[in-house]
């Protein structure tokens, strides 16, 4: 148990530091001074470097916030409801200026294009997960296959976009447009 809550520590932290500094600001002494743990711990979890830990981070970031997405965002009793409850959700967020994993997610995503092959495939893998998630859920309002994969990528687009534009300018505005773009793409669905 006390492993997993080492590890666990340095995943969260680790997710924390990355969202702030990127992968190439995030020094790994810094790390292990912010865990309080020695040099041999961290690659006792993570043997293959910094490399593994940001794959590890992505991959735990995104089960953590698909997680909250499902019982907290996907609830409303139409698909539409639930993605401008997320707009609403974020908007607020922004506000507040907090962490935000799919910021992490997101700068991490652009530097892996750089950064190294695994981890771009991780991004990647993560992404198409990301759509699905939101596709699978359009399937239980009557899209088709097709439907609900287009309709997933046009609304994936508009809230990540929105997002992304919302956090540099440090101002939800943008998500709240996207929100009210989003019955246009649903409609009453």
């Not at 707009?87 to 950064?115: F, N």
Request: charge should be neutral; proline fraction near 2%.
């Amino acid at each position: 148990m006390e492993d997993m809550d080492k590890k666990e520590r340095i995943l969260i932290t680790a997710a924390e530091l990355f969202a702030e500094k990127g992968y190439y600001g995030l020094g790994l002494s810094e790390l292990l001074a912010r865990c309080g743990i020695p040099k041999g711990s961290f690659y006792y979890y993570f043997p293959g470097g910094k490399i593994q830990l940001i794959q590890e981070v992505l991959l735990d970031s995104y089960r953590r916030m698909a997680q909250g997405i499902t019982r907290h965002i996907l609830v409303e009793p139409t698909a539409c409801a639930s993605f401008e409850r997320m707009c609403d959700h974020l908007a607020r967020r922004i506000d507040d200026k907090p962490h935000l994993a799919s910021m992490l997610l997101s700068m991490i995503a652009i530097e892996s294009v750089y950064l190294d092959d695994g981890v771009n495939a991780t991004c990647r893998r993560i992404y198409e997960d990301w759509k699905t998630l939101y596709a699978d859920f359009l399937r239980r309002f009557g899209f088709d296959q097709t439907q609900s994969q287009v309709k997933a990528q046009a609304v994936f687009a508009l809230i990540h976009g929105s997002l992304i534009s919302s956090w540099v300018k440090q101002d939800s505005t943008d998500l709240l447009m996207a929100k009210a773009s989003i019955r246009d793409i649903l409609g009453d669905r």
